[in-house]
């Protein structure tokens, strides 16, 4: 299969390609999407933030239709190789077509998602000969960092209530729902004293871990969580513990998979293996079936000069201990959907200082609240700081959905095939939209594999036949 810079889409993608794209680094992109409107004489938009709008009037025909928004981001991971000699500040990728047909990148991701939205959308404006309704293409910034391009659009950029998104994938596949967010950082100050009793490291590993939308509902062990809980019946049992420090996982989004807690004990190391032993033999058999790898074990390390005090010990662990984690609440209208969860993703201590990061996610907003009022709850209870940060809005599930209806049918007109509607725990821009007025949406894209990775490489027939549907779709929104 040719990568064939005649079809505009790919001569796009190609243009794209020699742009430095990544994340936080737009400016020039979003300059380049500018030029392209003047050249085409098209009405244009650049905010602050670099977030571009380009609008284009009906063709005939479609003048009385209802306008047609459709988006795309302009940025992209970057990941490279080992070994791989490549500045993603000012390097071109350097594309290459494998033997299976495969669009890919010289040891670099390759930047599909969501380059090819991007140059769908160009690809679509330039063409005059193409049926459209009044179009509003708007391609955002910094969506992998969180949506940050996203949530900084307003609202009268737009009049359009329905919208394709091209930050999807799998060609006969569409999103239904997505999950909202927030990120809630907890403080504990503590007080320390002077130590000279020995000093334990209680290491929790062996999990498999994994994205906190996609993989929450698993029943995976998180291990900020059990190192806690564990802590926290050992003190139960009698242990004397005295908190050194706990530092556990590596992103908030990301299940945990190895936490340790080093403290200071009075007990001796025999009688803190002989207490851990059952309440890890009881953990071990509720995550058989779900992290069978899950281990503990404690030994002794050097004697630490402070420790925290006991009341510090206790408020720390009762706080980590008692806030909510986990799948919450899963969705009675489809089947296998989570709508609610939280994460434990990371803690940390440095010096005097305990802080804990969440990641919360519902496609209903009330849901968000309620865990977020609870959080609250516990932390005036225990003397404890919470920051609520990056937050945008969920996109519930409508089950009619008129975009729906045209992509199912022009997916079978022109495939053959039917539409498989997926939702998902994880957050996407289609909620911020959602939230900026926009009613009816649908995702779409081309099939692509290993995407965030330098392994990431695009179907270059699937690339073809995705635009074939797309501007079907198009067409149809008379």
């Not at 190609?14 to 680094?25: L, M, R, T």
């Not at 391609?139 to 659009?153: D, K, M, N, P, S």
């Not at 402070?306 to 984690?325: H, Q």
Request: hydrophobic share 35%; glycine share 8%; proline share 4%.
């Amino acid at each position: 299969m040719e990568f064939d810079l005649n079809k505009r889409y790919c001569y796009y993608f190609n243009e794209i390609a020699k742009i430095p794209h990544g994340s936080k680094n737009e400016k020039q992109i979003s300059d380049y999407i500018v030029s392209f409107a003047k050249s085409k004489g098209l009405r244009y938009l650049q905010d602050d933030f670099w977030n571009v709008v380009i609008y284009k009037e009906p063709s005939e025909g479609y003048e009385n239709s209802a306008p047609l928004l459709i988006q795309a981001h302009m940025d992209m991971v970057c990941e490279a190789n080992k070994g791989t000699d490549h500045d993603f500040e000012k390097d071109p990728l350097k594309l290459y077509v494998d033997e299976e047909g495969w669009l890919n990148a010289e040891g670099t991701t390759l930047g599909a998602d969501d380059g090819a939205g991007v140059a769908y959308i160009l690809a679509i404006l330039e063409d005059d000969a193409l049926p459209h309704p009044p179009l509003e293409c708007c391609f955002t910034v910094q969506e992998e960092l969180g949506l940050l391009g996203a949530v900084e659009l307003k609202s009268d950029y737009f009049t359009a209530k329905r919208m394709i998104s091209l930050d999807g994938g799998g060609e006969v596949t569409t999103c239904i729902s997505s999950a909202g967010g927030t990120r809630a950082t907890s403080t504990i100050e503590c007080l320390s004293e002077p130590n000279s009793d020995p000093t334990f490291d209680l290491a929790v590993g062996g999990l498999l871990g994994g994205h906190s939308g996609g993989e929450i509902h698993k029943e995976k062990g998180n291990a900020n969580v059990l190192a806690v809980r564990i802590f926290k019946e050992m003190m139960i049992a009698g242990a004397d513990l005295s908190l050194v420090s706990i530092n556990g996982g590596l992103k908030e989004n990301a299940i945990p998979r190895e936490c340790d807690i080093v403290f200071t004990s009075r007990t001796s190391s025999e009688k803190l293996n002989e207490i851990l032993r059952p309440i890890a033999d009881a953990i071990s058999t509720e995550l058989e079936f779900s992290d069978a790898g899950f281990k503990a074990e404690i030994t002794q390390v050097e004697t630490s000069p402070v420790k925290f005090s006991n009341a510090s010990t206790e408020r720390v662990i009762n706080y980590l201990y008692l806030i909510p984690n986990g799948f919450q609440h899963r969705s009675m209208a489809i089947e296998g959907l989570t709508v609610t969860s939280l994460n434990l993703g990371i803690v940390r201590t440095n010096g005097n200082t305990v802080v804990a990061t969440d990641s919360l996610r519902s496609a209903i907003a009330s849901g968000i609240t309620d865990l977020l009022n609870k959080m609250r709850t516990l932390a005036e209870v225990y003397n404890v700081t919470i920051k609520i940060t990056s937050a945008y809005p969920g996109w519930n599930y409508s089950p009619e959905s008129d975009l729906r209806d045209k992509l199912s049918v022009v997916l079978q007109n022109e495939l053959g095939v039917e539409l498989k509607c997926q939702a998902a725990h994880g957050g996407n821009e289609c909620g911020i939209f959602n939230s900026l007025g926009v009613e009816d949406i649908v995702t779409y894209g081309p099939i692509s594999e290993h995407i965030h990775t330098p392994d990431e490489r695009l179907n270059l027939e699937s690339f073809d036949r995705s635009y074939r549907v797309l501007t079907g779709l198009v067409k149809e929104c008379k």
